[in-house]
């Protein structure tokens, strides 16, 4: 009897061991798989003004919590306005802050974007950072309002379009940043100068990565053209997050994988930790056009640095969005 009570004690030690270890491991698995974190606690954004898109959910609500925390004046940009009005009333909640407010924008939408920028000039005469946040991935084959391909006018020809109606605002209140976030499949992502709509051939990979390149370019050809202003642009890649920007994936694929996620992908909030250090950190303030992740200055590859092609799909962009009529 008191051999099996031995052997018991022994399986349920073992057991316990095994599984304090299991717990540890993928506790420092999933810290390690955070990656860089924003320490500056001491940055403060009192008096600024910040505009985030697509700050409902994920990265985009993370970054606003934050930037309302440091004081600053935050403006939402979000397409659902019954969903932004939730996160609204979370983030003020979250950071004790009364200066939140929410307007309605739909990026896939030219109209929407002036809209949503003639009620922002109504209401504030200065814009201290720009937070390019909101996109799609992965969407079945889809058009914008004005006809764009959905990744390419979403992620792209919606925040270079808004940018641009806001810049004089930006050089006005200069000091002031504007960040683009892009991601690190812009590294896969190649510019179809034949097809950039997608009309002849779609597949929705290339159509994100190709998106998220253009948001390379832009940023660094935007730093260009804003030298000497006082305006710096940013871009930068926030990691693998599990944001709800997974939405279009196949849901079971996504729902069997979820712990898998957990432990590998970052959370929505070390996701923002980049853009906020892009935001605010002012030891970057002179570096404009570069690119980051980690929290952590990064190189490009070659092709994202093709200043011929930025130049080209600049003006593409403009004639596309009717900029260059203005």
């Known amino acids: 009897m008191a051999h099996k009570t031995d052997d018991t004690f022994m399986v349920v030690s073992i057991c316990l061991a095994a599984g304090i270890v299991s717990f540890a491991l993928v506790y420092f698995v999933r810290k390690y798989f955070q990656g860089g974190q924003f320490k500056n606690k001491d940055i403060r954004l009192d008096a600024k003004v910040v505009i985030i898109t697509g700050a409902n959910s994920g990265i985009g609500k993370e970054t606003a919590i934050e930037c309302a925390k440091r004081g600053a004046r935050v403006y939402m940009g979000c397409r659902d306005v019954n969903r932004m009005e939730k996160a609204r009333q979370e983030i003020l909640d979250k950071s004790g802050s009364q200066n939140v407010f929410g307007l309605e924008l739909d990026l896939a939408s030219l109209e929407s974007i002036r809209k949503f920028v003639q009620t922002f000039l109504s209401m504030e005469r ?90 390379v370019l832009f940023s660094r050809h935007l730093a260009r053209k804003l030298r000497g202003t006082g305006v710096n642009t940013y871009c930068l890649q926030p990691g693998r997050t599990s944001t709800e920007l997974t939405r279009n994936l196949n849901r079971c694929l996504m729902i069997v994988s979820k712990p898998i996620l957990w432990v590998f992908f970052k959370s929505s909030k070390s996701g923002a930790q980049t853009s906020l250090y892009c935001a605010m950190e002012p030891s970057i303030a002179g570096h404009t056009g570069k690119y980051y992740s980690d929290c952590e200055l990064k190189d490009l590859d070659p092709h994202a640095k093709d200043e011929m092609m930025a130049e080209w799909l600049w003006k593409i962009s403009e004639k596309m969005t009717g900029l260059n009529h203005r």
């Open 126 to 215: 200065r814009l201290h950072v720009l937070i390019n946040n909101a996109g799609v991935m992965a969407c079945p084959k889809g058009y914008t309002k004005e006809g764009f391909e959905l990744h390419f006018g979403t992620n792209h020809l919606g925040h270079f379009y808004l940018t641009n109606l806001l810049l004089e605002l930006l050089k006005k209140t200069a000091p002031s940043r504007v960040v683009t976030v892009s991601s690190l499949a812009h590294r896969w992502g190649r510019i179809n100068k034949d097809d950039i709509n997608a009309e002849k051939d779609y597949r929705e990979w290339d159509a994100y990565m190709q998106s998220k390149l253009c948001n």
